[in-house]
């Protein structure tokens, strides 16, 4: 275990914690080990998907689904992070937790292929994620202090010289996995798709949980979990120095339209060719 400067084509570094061969961010590593034997219940549920795929917004959606009610809640997704949060105050969170995760399917704690705990995959195109991940590095200063380009933080991103690794290796290894294991309960959620048209999305979760919630109710989670929601009422809690939002920076469809290069797109749809052979993705990659 130890902390690296993992450097761009022109020398600016993210700060990083290698664990065992793996990358993450400066989160304990003695509960980053302890992923793999971490207890599940029945009754968790777990959001899974690659950084800045959309997770908090899921996380917000199954809290008010479940509380049945919209409101503060009191309680966040960053206490339910499986590699960051120690086992022992996971282990006194009440049922149902809505546990969540980023590291790929052969990672996750042994007792998913035991329990009934539920799973929620979320996959967003990765150019979005891509030019997500590079603001949220940029942005989070005291973690990463990363100051590169686009151009050059891309060939990081495709390298997997970043937290959690390639979104390549991500996708691949859930793809796999979930399809090699048919009897783990999931729901594969596209980001895209929920931006289209979230309440057919919510409406999908809802069923998959087990919830007799009516359209009334799902339209107000809706309205209560929009994006424009959502930033109003936490965006104020992680700022930048300017007094920008960290999380809840646009979140639109085809923003990476605004940041890549004609020759950064067509390099990236080349990769995308190359280490994504035989995998058919049930979303838009083009957006």
């Given amino acids: ?41 029945d ?8 950084p800045k795929a959309g997770t908090h917004w899921l996380f917000e959606v199954l809290r008010v689904l479940l509380r049945g009610s ?34 790929q399917f052969t990672s996750l704690p042994k007792e998913i292929h035991k329990r009934k705990t539920k799973i929620i995959y979320l996959l967003r195109n990765p150019k979005d994620s891509a030019v997500s991940f590079y603001n949220h590095h940029r942005k989070l200063v005291e973690y990463y202090d990363y100051h590169g380009k686009l151009k050059d ?20 290894s859930w793809h796999e996995g979930l399809r090699s294991h048919p009897d783990i309960p999931s729901l594969s959620v596209v980001y895209e798709d929920m931006k289209e048209d979230a309440l057919s999305q919510i409406r999908r979760i809802s069923h998959f949980l087990g919830l007799s919630h009516d359209d009334a109710f799902l339209r107000k989670v809706d309205d209560w979990c929009s994006f424009k929601r959502m930033r109003e009422r936490k965006g104020k ?15 639109e469809v085809g923003d990476w339209k605004n940041w ?9 749809d080349q990769v995308y060719k190359d280490r994504m052979t035989g995998i058919d993705l049930s979303f838009r990659y083009t957006i």
Wanted: glycine letters at 10%; a negative charge; charged letters at 25%.
């Fill in 260 to 268: 890549f290069t004609i020759a950064d797109n067509e390099w990236f």
């Fill in 43 to 50: 009754d968790d549920i777990l959001i899974s998907g690659y």
């Fill in 237 to 251: 809690y992680d700022l930048t120095p300017e007094g920008q939002p960290i999380m809840y920076r646009k979140g």
């Fill in 153 to 172: 933080y891309l060939r990081l991103w495709v390298g997997g010289k970043v937290d959690y690794g390639s979104w390549f290796n991500y996708v691949r």
């Fill in 70 to 103: 919209c409101d503060g809640g009191g309680m966040e997704k960053d206490d339910f992070m499986i590699e960051m949060v120690p086992q022992d105050q996971l282990a006194k969170k009440p049922s149902p937790r809505i546990l969540n995760t980023h590291v």
């Fill in 1 to 41: 275990m130890s902390v690296k400067k993992v450097p761009d084509a022109e020398g600016c570094t993210l700060t990083l914690l290698e664990v065992d061969g793996l990358m993450f961010p400066t989160f304990p590593a003695d509960v980053i080990r302890g992923v793999p034997d971490l207890e599940l219940r």
